[in-house]
């Protein structure tokens, strides 16, 4: 379960200064599938790295698995972000000089895996339809497939809450909805998901859209 | 990568390049001092006598002969043989120095000026072990000539010739090979012949002398014959050796130097291309955090980088630097030999990791303070 209490996080002083997230407040429960939909520059992405640890709020506490990770020293965050969560983000983010499989594996070979641990990369293309693009580096993979190695490598270390920034973002429609149909299969198995989009039709597909507007929560909407 | 490993490969060429000529140049100038033949040479001692009237000076009188006499020879060999058998712990009571006399006289030949040299024919050829016959055979018997290379051509010398030595018919029986010395500029005569020929019986001109070998105690021996014979004065050729030897080894520390002042200017170039490397890697770095990687994974990674780097630069680094000597090390010291120097790739390869190690420590350590959030930011 993921908690977020009254976090604000401000960037710059004084004149510069800029409240990206004002005091906000929500509640995941394990599972769950959020999206967080909200103009552009009303903060979903920084709220989305403060969850994750990717980034530090300024004052407030984000609490996973009753365990305070906001004020966590950097290594210890290492360690969540090898096992609890994952990301995929609006572009794949994958390196350019790896294969698929490679990527995938990256986790893994961060925490120490060795030996088996390739087949273990292979079964989870195959989750995302892309066992037969294994070898293949991501110059030579469409934007969809892209995402789909992006996601396979999300997954590799089996985490119990995905975070997804506008994962569909740059895709055309029909791709879209496929990786989304990825998404809401994950979700069915048990992986939490936090979805940031634009797109109020996928964001349907969440049990809860939160809205924000200027760094606030404006709405929550419960589509159930 | 590709410029880091150049820059690496720079400063290391500079040092091993500096180095092997250094090396080279010691060896060079070590070749040249044995080729130098004796290692001891007794001249006559010239006194110098300031001479008064009242507070007036004079001006200044050599007083001596400028001949040693022959007969201090015997002294002299046992000095020479004694000093020898006393730091190598020799018993053997055999002859063990080579003492070579030589008397100059310079005269007129076929009208040209030109320096004669009455020498022991045996005695000679051992110190001058670099002497080649071109013509003819070496100096045997009494009444023969050998003659230098050069001092042949301009007097259009040949074997079989006869020239006059004050009075004295000297046949040519040998000429010299050309020996880049003043030999090629003189006449070689056995020493009675000359000694009859100009009236100077029991007299020399000076006396080479060749002891056993390098190691030997010169100095002592320069020292005991300058004690106990009156005189002569003894010169240790060491002496000769030592003050280049000294050269050489300030030329070591220079070189040294240098080729340290080149590293250090390369570790800047190096830390320079790897931070830019750096840089430019700032996304696969959020890449490799955001998959779990720690801050010490990512260091690993780019000292890893570093070491081979280090290891590219290294191999290069050795090869073009002793390219650079084979190409500057003529320059610097005639007719010098330059090879690869084995125990020098160990050290360059050595010198290139730690510099690419020290340069990537520091773009290394900013590469992992980078937030993931940053990172992606960036962009």
Redesign the interface.
Known sequence: MLEVNNVSKIYGEGSARVIALSEVSLRVNDGDFIAIMGPSGSGKTTLL?IIGG??YPSSGEVILDGKRIDNLA??AL?DI??GKVA?V?QQS???VSLTALENVL??LI??GANGGSSQKGLDILRKVGLEKRAGHKPSELSGGEQQRVAIA?ALV?EPSLILADEPTGNMDRKTGAEILLLFNQLNKEGHGIIMITHDREIAKQAKEIIVLQDGRIAGKINSE | MLFAALGVAIGTMTVVGVLTIALAGQARIYNELEKYGANLAVTPAINNVDTHLGDLSMGTLAVGENYIPQETLPQIRQIADGEIREARGITDPGDIATIAPELYINTTVKGSSVMVVGVEPDAESKIKTWWNVQEGEYLEGTDRALVGAVAAKLLTLNTGDAIDLNGSAITVTGILVETGSNDDYQIFVPLETLQRAYGKEGLVSSVNIRALCNACPVEIIANAINQNITGVRAIAVKQVAEAEMGIMGRMNRFMWALGGITLVVGLFGVINTMMSSVNERI??I??????????N?IMRIFIYEAVIIGIMGGIFGYLAGTLLAYIVGPLVFEGIDINFVLQYLPLSLALAILVAAIAAVYPALRATRI???DA?RSL
């Not at chain 2, 959020?286 to 998959?291: E, N, T």
């Open positions: 790295n990717l980034d950097e290594n290492v972000r090898r990301y983000f983010h994958l390196l990256l986790p961060f925490c490598r270390n | 996304k696969d959020g890449i490799m955090r955001a998959a779990g990687a720690s801050r994974q937030r993931v959030a992606f």
